[in-house]
């Protein structure tokens, strides 16, 4: 059986730094927290392109707004950050709270619809078929937030029941009750979508 | 069960066997929902350059603050409060002849702690850490009935009030001063009720050596009431500013 996360790609070579380190992310968190620019970079050439995907997933259009928010806290609040703790969950936690907090500021204003998402996939590789991942992708923009989260977290970005609990702050229980009528959901959405089409 | 079903189940579940991926290759409803379907969505270049680019200069400059900082100032203040304040007041407890002095001086130092470490519990990163203050909110109420004399003073509203008053007040300036110290991190409601229940914790303090009514109604109406109102009241408070930063 292939888990989910064997299955995750690869990041493209977008805005490799040319060290091709080869130090772990704990150990570049290191160095960042010390102020050095080019273990940040490191870590961001590795994980924001991912990162700008999954939030495109949650937020839609704004994910380069959420994107730049979540990279600025890291920075501001790079002291918060303990020594060894696995960065890349903690990464996605502070980009799910900004998710989070843009969705509550915006909600009142304009309430979130499938148009929100961008015209045109982001990514420049040659999609198995970019018209399913649209869909999926409108779909995922009708789910309610929590479940939204869960599955893009577990399906979208590789992450287990129990680190999504860990990254979420709540229990696996939840998460996996979260999930599963998430995927309930989409799949009908995702008849739907196939109906009209 | 259809195979659609079975399909989401073995997804959901972490288990997808071959029959399942089979079943979704061959379905359209279940077939975008195969990893495998999904290429990784990337980021335009130019984008992400810009998101670059305005963190490294915010790195330069933004110099490293460790949280114990704003943990520690926090705490001496709220110590500070809760002395002046308990000194303003006097110990008129202390030297009644009912009290318990051995109960005093160790629910005293407890009351102490929770204003002190509570606070640095309270702000420290991650979100296992405040919640270990949440356990306060029976333990406090219990630690001051046992040190209480039983013995009811403030037996009308006007004497009674005051004790009221002074927990609300005391907490002011601790609880605002915590409430934008919250802003610089993630909204986090146990958190905030963790920092709130310690800055509310002055005013305990400060009454627990003045007020010489040791009745349970008494502690648990003008005491702790105010003492778990003010932490829960915090959570819209903090809801209401805005955040300033997302890390935990």
């Known amino acids: 059986m292939l888990s989910n996360r064997a299955l995750v790609k690869p990041d493209p070579p977008l805005l490799r730094t040319p060290s091709g380190s080869t130090e772990s992310d704990e150990q570049l968190m290191e160095r960042f927290v010390q102020g050095e620019e080019q273990a940040f970079s490191e870590l961001f050439a590795r994980h924001a392109g991912r990162l700008q995907g999954a939030l495109r997933r949650m937020v839609g259009a704004a994910a380069d707004d959420v994107l730049q928010t979540t990279f600025l806290s890291i920075v501001r609040a790079r002291g918060r950050y303990e020594r060894g703790a696995p960065f890349r969950p903690w990464l996605y936690t502070v980009a799910v709270n900004a998710a989070r907090d843009h969705l509550r500021r915006h909600r009142r204003e304009e309430p979130r619809a499938a148009g929100d998402l961008p015209d045109t996939p982001a990514d420049p590789e040659p999609l198995p078929d970019p018209g399913l991942s649209r869909t999926v992708e409108r779909a995922l923009a009708q789910l309610p937030e929590a479940q939204r989260e869960a599955i893009v977290l577990h399906r979208f970005e590789g992450f287990s029941f129990k680190e999504i609990a860990e990254l979420l702050g709540v229990t696996e229980t939840a998460v996996k009750v979260r999930a599963h009528r998430g995927y309930q959901r989409l799949r009908v959405l995702l008849a739907s979508e196939r109906e009209s089409a | 069960m259809s195979d659609c079903d079975r399909f989401l189940d073995a997804l959901a579940s972490d288990q997808l066997d071959d029959a399942a991926r089979s079943h979704a290759r061959e379905c359209q409803v279940c077939r975008p929902l195969l990893p495998e379907e999904q290429a990784q969505a990337a980021a335009p270049p130019a984008s992400l350059e810009a998101v670059l680019g305005r963190a490294l200069e915010t790195l330069r400059t933004t110099p490293v603050r460790p949280w114990t900082r704003d943990a520690g100032r926090i705490a001496l ?68 009935l046992v040190s209480g004399n039983g013995v009811h003073t403030a037996t009308t509203m006007r004497a009674a009030l005051p004790c009221l008053v002074t927990v609300v007040l005391t907490a002011v300036v601790p609880l605002a001063v915590g409430l934008a110290l919250l802003r610089g991190m993630a909204l986090d409601a146990a958190r905030t009720v963790a920092l709130a229940l310690s800055a509310a914790a002055t005013g305990l303090f400060a009454l627990h050596w003045h007020c ?3 009745s349970a109604p008494h502690l648990m109406g003008f005491h702790v009431l105010p003492w778990l109102a003010l932490a829960l009241l915090a959570i819209p408070l903090r809801r209401a500013l805005p955040t300033q930063n997302h890390v935990p």
């Not at chain 2, 005093?104 to 420290?124: K, M």
């Open chain 2, 212 to 214: 010489t009514d040791g």
């Open chain 2, 77 to 144: 203040l709220q110590g500070v409060v809760a002395f002046v304040v308990a000194a303003m007041l006097g110990a008129r407890n202390r030297s009644s002849p009912l009290a318990n002095h051995m109960a005093l001086a160790v629910v005293g130092a407890v009351l102490l702690a929770v204003v002190t470490l509570g606070s640095v519990l309270a702000l420290a990163p991650g979100r296992r850490r405040p919640r270990w203050m949440l356990a306060l909110v029976p333990v406090v109420p219990l630690l001051l």
